[in-house]
């Protein structure tokens, strides 16, 4: 019997994480079903059960897929020297976050998967290690900007940090209910907040 190559297992289980995205963003968490998914993907319960033993290891999956998404916008700006400008780098990760919300729904399915970790304490779990990461990412970036005398140093980074990274959610959800914000506007709000001014603001 033929060896299947690891080009075509990946290829498969993006195939099943995209069919179960689409699921989600259309019918909600709840309303979708194990069925739902294989008739979206077009694949037998064999072929998705290969991959994933239930919907919370798919919800996991894509929660994963899109935090290493934004990680991957992270990443460049801790390790500038010097970083950019603090409106600066939370335009580009709010940039990320609506580029990837336009193409698959991230902050519509960021939404349930936040209220389904509510209620299921093992997927609640599952996604806090993954959001660890994002949290030593953006100690490591305030820190940065403590040093830089952007971000006051009065506070401790680890404290700072995960509040400053909870502006990244407050985006999405105002994305996917009013669509009415935008990364530009992040960078100001930013700004002002955390310098005392806008970019823009000359008074002296």
């Known amino acids: 019997m033929p060896r299947v190559s690891q080009e075509h297992l990946d290829a498969r289980r993006q195939q099943i994480l995209a069919a179960a995205r689409r699921c989600f963003v259309h019918n909600g968490f709840h309303a979708t079903s194990m069925q739902d998914i ?13 991959y994933f033993a239930s919907k919370d290891e798919i919800v996991v999956a894509i929660a ?11 990443q460049p700006l801790v390790e500038a020297d010097p970083p950019p ?13 609506q580029e990837r919300d336009r193409a698959d729904g991230l902050a519509r399915m960021a939404i349930q998967i936040w209220g389904e970790a509510v209620r299921s304490p093992e997927l609640a779990e599952r996604l ?41 959610p407050g985006f999405m959800l105002q994305q996917a209910l009013f669509g009415d914000v935008d990364p530009a506007m992040a960078g100001e709000a ?8 806008t970019p823009d603001d000359t008074a002296g």
Do not use: K, W
Not at 38 to 50: D, H, I, N, V
Not at 64 to 74: H, K, S
């Open 128 to 168: 806090r290690d993954l959001v660890r990461t994002m949290r030593e990412l953006a100690t490591q970036l305030v820190r940065n900007y403590q040093r830089r005398g952007e971000i006051s140093p009065r506070v401790p980074a680890e404290r700072v940090a995960p509040i400053l990274l909870g502006v990244l």
């Open 38 to 50: 294989l008739r979206e993907a077009e694949l037998s319960a064999g072929a998705l059960y290969r």
């Open 190 to 197: 930013i700004r002002a907040l955390v310098a005392g001014h």
């Open 64 to 74: 994963a897929e899109a935090l290493t998404d934004i990680r991957a916008a992270f």
């Open 85 to 97: 400008p603090i409106d600066e780098a939370f335009v580009v990760m709010c940039t990320a976050i």
